[in-house]
């Protein structure tokens, strides 16, 4: 036996279900404030789809329990919601993620933009070790962003790119980072790529001219910005492609990318951590060295050349 989720819910946390608008809004209004108010901090994450009664009371506890969800292991969401691990996984996969680690993933990234950026320190605690507890954290950041994305995701995006009239990498603030190197490495290998780090009228000049054959790509974790998700859905209205790297797999930039490549960027301070996203960067640009080989040689071999014309290095 299935159910609507969003039905089910209502009824398993004591607000009503009444299809008949008219006495919809003859109903307290503090049950309708219940129900969003325990669904407000998911936003988009869990689709409007039917659930079997196993799956709702899994949602349920999502919905109810930030940051249990954000955090727990499987088992004890399972224990919460009266299930065992399996049913969690596959509710989470009917929700459309992988498995129970893909979905956790964009709780936690809802989870962390719903409360402040010191409440962030509370959350991550005291370190044992910030250099130890950094690597392991991103270790594990790593291994979550290698099971979000398939082969084929990643090779979607370098075959745009290395079919591309033009690419523009936009990344603004920590996220600059990962862009700025995308921007200087493909430069290197000579694609006709260029790095937008600014916003403001930058962004607008930078992506107003974007049409077919031309790429955007953004790297936006944590907090979408809003002047990145207007210009990318401008550029893909003017028919450019968009390629988004991002930690969310649902929201207004997902919705717009052509090709989506999530990253876990949790940090272990008040940041985010952009390891994964770098390390993502570079395995598509050692795809898109391989897509053109001798161009990128080529270009690799004037630019050392100019290395040595501009006495850059001392050795």
Known sequence: MQFNLQSDLRYRTGIPVNT??????????????????????????????????????????????????????????????????????????????????????????????????????????????????????????????LESNTAGDAEAAIAAMAAARSITVVGIGSFAGPASVMAHLGSTMGYPISLENRGGVHLASSTNSLGPGDVLVVINMWRSVRQIIVAAEAAKQAGATVIAISDMRRGRLAAVADHLLVVASEGISFFQSVTAANSLVYGLLAGMEAAHPERSRAAIRRTQQLWKDLDIYLD
């Open 20 to 145: 008949n608008a008219a006495e919809v809004e003859a109903e307290s209004p503090g049950q309708d404030s219940a129900w969003d108010s325990s669904m407000a901090w998911l936003g988009d994450s869990l689709p409007d789809v039917p659930l079997t009664k196993a799956q709702s009371r899994v949602v349920e506890v999502i919905a109810r329990n930030p940051q249990l969800s954000s955090y727990a292991d499987i088992a004890e969401i399972a224990k919460r919601a009266d299930v065992n691990s399996s049913t969690v996984v596959r509710a989470a996969q009917h929700l459309g993620y992988r498995g129970w680690p893909d979905l956790q993933r964009e709780l936690r990234s809802k989870y962390l933009v719903m409360i402040s950026t010191e409440d962030t320190l509370t959350e991550h605690g005291e370190h044992r070790s910030p250099l130890h507890d950094a690597l392991n954290h991103d270790i594990d950041n790593l291994r979550l962003t």
